[in-house]
C-alpha cells in the first residue's frame, strides 16, 4: 500500500461512578488513553488494520469497538466509501478505567474529523455507546461521555439521553492505583443487588446531589463529604484485594475521598492539589507493596478536555 493520510485522534481514560454516581456520573482523566488512527478509501465498509498496544483484540470490525462505532456512522451519514483504521491501546483492558470507552470515544472523534464534522462532540456520543454496547451488552454513557467531552459529565436521563456536561469547575487531581488482577465487569455487576433498601437510597441522592453541588460551589469540604458509596461499593470492594486498606491510607494522606473505579479493580482517589495527589500515590502503593500484588497508578488533573485530534500526519500502513 502507498502512504496515505491520516487522521489520528485522542481519548482519556476515565473514572465512572465516582461513588455515589452509580451509571450517571463520571470524569475524565489526562491520561493514560487510547489513540484511532483512519483514513478513507475507496471499496466500501470498514478494515481494521492494525491494532497494537495490546493482543486479543479482534481485526475484525464487527466486533471490534472501532469498527462498530465506524461502521455506524457511515451507515447513518450514508456514505459510500469506506473507512481504514488502527487502534493503538494506551489504556490497560478489564482495568476499571473506561478501556472500550476511550477505543470508542477515540473512533467516534476520528471518524467525525475524517468526515468534515458533521456532528457536534456531545452528539458523538450517541455513536461511541454503540461501542460500549458492543463491549458489555449495554450502551452506557457515564465513560464515553467524559471520555469525548471531558471533565466530569452527568448523564441525566438515558430515556431520551439526556447528558449533561459540568466541565472542571473545581481543580482536582485524581490519583488512580490499579492492582494487576483479573476482574470481569459482568462479575462486578452479577454480585449487585437488585433491590436498594429506602434509607440507603436516599443517602446515596444526598451524596451524589452534594457532590455536585460541592462541584459546582468549589467547596472541597462539601466534595469530600460527599465521596460515598453507600450501595454498591460494600459489595464490590471483596472482589479487589486490599482495597479497604488502600483507601483508608489514600483518606490518610489527605484524599478528599477514594472509591472504586467503574466496576474496578482500579481504585481513584481525588485531591485538592497535586501535592496531595502524590502523597496518596506514595500511601496506596505502599499498601501493595508487600502483598506480592504489582500495581500501576496514575496521577492526573481532571482536564477541561477529553477526546481531541492530535495530528493529520503521513503514515505507512500495517502490512497485511
Known sequence: MKNSEFIKAYAPATVANVCCGFDVLGFAMEHPGDEVW???KETPGVTISAVTGVTGLSLDPTENVI???AQKMLS?????HGVELQLHKGLPVGSGLGSSAA???A???AMNELLGKPFTTQELVVYAMEGERKASGSAHADNVAPSLLGGFVLVRSYDPLDIVPLGVPVELYCTVVHPQVELKTSLARSILKKDIPLQKGIRQWGNLAGLITGLLKGDYSLIGRSLHDEIFEPERSVLIPLFNQAKAAAISAGALGCGIS???PSIFALSATEEQAMAVQHAMEQVYGSSGIEVKSYVTQVPDQGARLIEQTILQPAQA
Not at 447513518?76 to 459510500?80: A, E, H, P, R, Y
Open 262 to 264: 467503574g466496576s474496578g
Open 107 to 109: 473512533a467516534a472523534y
Open 103 to 105: 477505543s470508542s470515544a
Open 38 to 40: 483512519a483514513r478513507k
Open 76 to 80: 447513518d451519514l450514508k456514505i459510500g
Open 67 to 69: 469498527g462498530v462505532v
